[in-house]
């Protein structure tokens, strides 16, 4: 079982950035994939990104592409989403997820472990 603790979040100003981070227990994390995923108040849960387990390969949702980068540093045990150019639109609960397996999956049901979230606010 892995846990997932998110940090980072907060309220910023339109045009802002916020980096988040995602700190992960055991001694498998080198071998997820990880994922990135947003909820906001009323809305399904949404994919905004994922990394492979080496890092060399990543997947951006069409919104957020050009503006968040996913990184990761697995001798920390660390996802990181830094977000550029924030929107009011961005506003939601962030999660991490982690899978074992291969490929950047999508789907919310595709990943098996989760974090609490951060809120991250963005204002006009």
């Known amino acids: 079982q892995v846990q997932l603790v998110e940090s980072g979040g907060g309220l910023v100003q339109a045009g802002g950035s916020l980096r988040l981070s995602c700190a992960a227990s055991g001694r498998t994390f080198s071998s997820f994939t990880m994922g990135w995923f947003r909820q906001a108040p009323g809305k399904e849960r949404e994919f905004v990104a994922a990394?492979?387990?080496?890092?060399?390969?990543?997947y951006y949702a069409i919104s957020v592409k050009g503006r968040f980068t996913i990184s990761r540093d697995n001798a920390k045990n660390t996802v990181y989403l830094q977000m550029n150019s924030l929107k009011p639109e961005d506003t939601a609960v962030y999660y991490c997820a982690s899978v074992a397996a291969p490929g950047l999956p999508t789907r919310t049901d595709a990943y098996r472990n989760w974090g609490q979230g951060t809120q991250v606010t963005v204002s006009s």
């Open positions: 990394i492979s387990w080496n890092g060399i390969s990543t």
